[in-house]
């Protein structure tokens, strides 16, 4: 299974939230160029890095710290305000391994379809963020009507592969992730990442022994609670 740490980025700035909502904003470090460098000592192959500025501005924003971790050959996937095809082609000329689609792949399931054709599966990511049984967009600000199983079985239809999984309820919690949840998820035969609530080793040891394809560690990194050189050997 792959570790993957997180970046959340406002104002160019290393951040987390609490589910989902921006008033709970905490500034971890200034510098998101360091933290990604320390992820990559740790040995791993992926930065989970989200614009949160973009998501809820529905355009990149960070396009400075992006543009410098891609530069220096930081492996990176990205997230937050991508809505059109250019900011794709803009991103992966960049140097971005993968792109991630969260609201536009709900609100255009045509240009969702569309970019798993033209880019190809690996390097376009369904980010599946859900709220209950229903799947919010706008950076998490509003829900949809579209349910997340629904969602998750039109990504499959289009030939996307993918998924980031977050349980929005879960997320900053410090209190676990809903694997009972994912449980169901993971038999869609997608490649299920799993996100939101992990706080701990343990909760890597279940992601793993249910099957999911990879573990977001966000917060926890930062408070401390959990070490990435050994989440990336517990995952292994």
């Not at 859900?130 to 039109?154: E, F, P, R």
Request: hydrophobic residues 40%; contains cysteine; proline residues 1%.
């Amino acid at each position: 299974m792959q570790i993957i740490p997180a970046i959340d980025l406002i104002d160019n700035q290393c951040v987390r939230l609490t589910k989902g909502d921006y008033n709970t904003k905490t500034i971890f470090d200034s510098d998101p160029f360091k933290v990604a460098n320390d992820f990559v000592a740790s040995g791993v192959n992926l930065i989970h890095v989200v614009d949160l500025d973009g998501a809820k501005a529905g355009r990149i924003i960070n396009i400075d710290t992006i543009r410098k971790l891609c530069e220096n050959n930081i492996p990176i996937e990205i997230g937050g305000g991508v809505r059109s095809d250019e900011t794709i082609e803009m991103l992966l000329d960049l140097g971005v391994k993968r792109v991630i689609l969260g609201s536009i792949a709900v609100t255009n399931q045509d240009f969702l379809k569309d970019a798993i054709k033209k880019y190809g599966k690996e390097k376009i990511v369904l980010g599946l963020d859900c709220n209950g049984d229903y799947v919010s967009i706008h950076g998490w600000q509003s829900d949809s009507q579209i349910k997340c199983n629904d969602m998750l079985d039109a990504f499959k239809s289009y030939g996307g592969e993918n998924v980031i999984y977050t349980d929005i309820s879960k997320d900053g919690m410090m209190a676990g992730t809903n694997i009972e949840e994912l449980k169901k998820i993971v038999v869609s035969g997608l490649n299920i990442v799993a996100s939101g609530g992990i706080s701990s080793l343990d909760d890597i040891k279940k992601c793993k022994e249910i099957g999911c394809f990879g573990a977001i560690v966000g917060k926890a990194y930062y408070l401390g609670k959990i070490n990435l050189s050994e989440a990336v050997k517990t995952a292994l």
